[in-house]
C-alpha cells in the first residue's frame, strides 16, 4: 500500500470539499442571518487541511492500486463527513459533535436521517450546505473528483470501482475519467430539469435547489420539518414521485435514452423488477389505505405512490406520517426498505438487481428438485450470470442481514424498542432516513443515545459504500504487505 499517494488524493479530496463550502457561503451572504463566519471558518479549516496534506505528500509516481483505492474511498468519506460537520459545529446549529458529525454523515451518504427538530430555525447557509452534501454525495464525491482531477485517472478505476454501487460497474467510455464526466453531466442535467419544474410550480429557487438536491441523491432532506407535505401540493409531489423514480434508476439507462436508445428501459429486466415490485406495492397499500384507514380512494392512491416510490427509492421524503398507517403498510413499507433502486442509481441498500438475481437462483434451485440432472444457468437480460458474481452477491446479501441484526441487538440493548431498533438500523443501513416507532417521519433521531448514534453512522456508511469498501479496511491481512 502506497501511504504516500493515499495522503496525496485524501488532501485533494478534502480542498475540494472545502471549496465546495463557497456555494452555502454565498447563499449565506444573500440572506445575511450570521451564518457567514462559521461557514468561512469551516472553508478555511477544510481548505487549510487539504492543502497542507496534499503538499505534504507530493510527488508519488504510483498507480492507484487495488489496496489503494478502497482505502482512499473509504477514508475519503471518512474525512468528507467530518469537514462537512463544521459548519453545524462552528454555527451552534447543533449541540455536539456526534450530532454534528450525524447529520453531516447523513448527508454525504444520502441517508436523510436528522437530529434536527425545528428546521425551519435554521439559517439557510446551513440549510444549503445540508442539502448540497446530499447532493454531492448522490452521484460520489470520488467519481466527481474523478472526473475533474486529472491524476486521479491513473489507476482512477479501482476507486470508480469501490465507489459506485451495485454488483456489476458499467463503464461508459473506455476512460473512467470520461465515464464519471458522463455520469455528472446526466446527474446536473436532470437536476437541472427537476428544479425548474420545481420552479414553474411557483416554489422558490432556494427550496427548489435544495429539494431538488435531495431527490436526485435519494436523500431526503427538507427545508421543513414536515418535508414535501408542507406544501400540500400534487403537482410538487409527482414532480418529485418522478424524479426520484429516475433517480432511482441506473443511470446508465439514463445516457443510453439521451443517446437515442428508446427502448433501453423496457429491455432491462432489472428496470422492469423495479417498477413491477412499485406498482405492485404502491396498489396494495393504496387499497389498505382506502379499506383501513378511511382515506377517500384519490387520497389512498396519492399517499401510497408517494411512500411507495419515496422508500423504494431510498429518498425518504414524506407526505404524512405513515408511522401511523396501518400495519400491513408499515410492514411493506419496510420490507421495501431492503429492495432499494438499481445497481447504478443514487438509491442505497440492497438493490433491485441483487433481488431479482437472488429470487432466480431460489427458482433455480426449486428447478433442480424436480429434474436433479438438468443444468440450469442463470440469465439476466438473455446473458448467462458468472458464478462470481452470484457469489459475490450472496457474500453482500448475507453480510448485510449480519450487520443489521447486530446493529439492531445493539440498538436494543441501549433502549430502543423492538420496532425502533429493527427501523432505525433499516432506514440507515438502507439510506433511507425516516423509518418507524421513535424514528418515524413525525419524530426524528435527536433521542437515540451517544453510541447509538456512531452505531447508525457506521450503518450509513457500510450502506452507501456497500460494506465492502468499509470492512475491508478492519481485515489485518489488508494492512499486510
Known amino acids: ?18 471549496l465546495a463550502m463557497l456555494l452555502p457561503l454565498g447563499v449565506s451572504l444573500i440572506y445575511a442571518e450570521g451564518d457567514a463566519k462559521a461557514l468561512l471558518i ?6 487549510l487541511s487539504g492543502l497542507i496534506l496534499y503538499g505534504l505528500t507530493r510527488g508519488s509516481t504510483k498507480e492507484i492500486g487495488n489496496k489503494d483505492g478502497f482505502a482512499i474511498v473509504a477514508l475519503g468519506w471518512i474525512c468528507a463527513c467530518l469537514f462537512g460537520s463544521l459548519p453545524y459545529l462552528f454555527s451552534g446549529s447543533l449541540g455536539s459533535f456526534v450530532d454534528c458529525y450525524f447529520e453531516s454523515a447523513s448527508g454525504f451518504t444520502t441517508t436523510g436521517a436528522t437530529v434536527i427538530t425545528f428546521i425551519e430555525r435554521l439559517p439557510h447557509g446551513i440549510l444549503f450546505w445540508r442539502s448540497l452534501t446530499h447532493w454531492l454525495g448522490g452521484m460520489g464525491i470520488i467519481l466527481l473528483s474523478l472526473a475533474i482531477l486529472p491524476f486521479l485517472g491513473i489507476g482512477g478505476m479501482q476507486l470508480y470501482k469501490a465507489e ?8 461508459l467510455a473506455p476512460r473512467v475519467r470520461e465515464t464519471a464526466r458522463t455520469l455528472w453531466k446526466v446527474y446536473v442535467g436532470l437536476s437541472a430539469l427537476e428544479a425548474t419544474f420545481l420552479l414553474m410550480g411557483g416554489m422558490g429557487w432556494f ?23 408542507f406544501y400540500r401540493s400534487a403537482y410538487f409531489e409527482i414532480v418529485i414521485i418522478f424524479f426520484m423514480l429516475v433517480a432511482g434508476a441506473n443511470f446508465s439507462l439514463h445516457y443510453q435514452f439521451l443517446k437515442g436508445k428508446f427502448s433501453v428501459f423496457w429491455r432491462s429486466a432489472e428496470f422492469r423488477f423495479y417498477m413491477m415490485v412499485i406498482m405492485i406495492c404502491i396498489t396494495l397499500v393504496t387499497i389498505n389505505l382506502r379499506l383501513d384507514f378511511h382515506y377517500n380512494l384519490s387520497e389512498s392512491l396519492r399517499y401510497a405512490s408517494f411512500q411507495v416510490s419515496s422508500i423504494v427509492t431510498t429518498t425518504g421524503y414524506t407526505t404524512a ?3 401511523s398507517w396501518p400495519s400491513f403498510s408499515q410492514y411493506l413499507l419496510l420490507i421495501l426498505m431492503f429492495v432499494g433502486g438499481c445497481a447504478g442509481s443514487t438509491g442505497g441498500s440492497i438493490k433491485c438487481l441483487r433481488n431479482l438475481l437472488l429470487l432466480k437462483q431460489g427458482y433455480r434451485e426449486l428447478y433442480r428438485h424436480i429434474h436433479p440432472r438438468a443444468v440450469v444457468p442463470i440469465k439476466l437480460g438473455g446473458k448467462v450470470v458468472p458464478p462470481g458474481v452470484m457469489e459475490s452477491i450472496w457474500g453482500f446479501f448475507l453480510l448485510y442481514i449480519f450487520f443489521f441484526v447486530a446493529a439492531s441487538i445493539i440498538m436494543a440493548i441501549l433502549g430502543l424498542d423492538l420496532v425502533s431498533a429493527i427501523a432505525s438500523v433499516a432506514a440507515s443501513l438502507g439510506n433511507i432516513g425516516p423509518g418507524l416507532g421513535l424514528v418515524g417521519p413525525a419524530n426524528n433521531y435527536a433521542h437515540i443515545p451517544f453510541i447509538g448514534k456512531w452505531v447508525l453512522v457506521f450503518c450509513m456508511l457500510l ?3 456497500e460494506i465492502y469498501t468499509v470492512i475491508i479496511l478492519l481485515v489485518p491481512e489488508f494492512w499486510r504487505k
Request: aromatic share 8%; glycine share 16%.
Open 164 to 171: 459506485v454501487p451495485g454488483p456489476v460497474v458499467d463503464k
Open 207 to 229: 427550496e427548489a435547489l435544495c429539494h431538488t438536491f435531495g431527490t436526485m441523491a435519494t436523500g431526503g432532506f427538507s427545508t421543513k420539518s414536515t418535508s414535501i407535505g
Open 42 to 47: 469551516s472553508l478555511s479549516i477544510t481548505t
Open 463 to 465: 450502506g452507501r459504500l
Open 1 to 18: 500500500m502506497h501511504f504516500r499517494l493515499i495522503g496525496n488524493v485524501l488532501g485533494a479530496l478534502i480542498l475540494f470539499v472545502g
Open 321 to 323: 406520517d405513515f408511522g
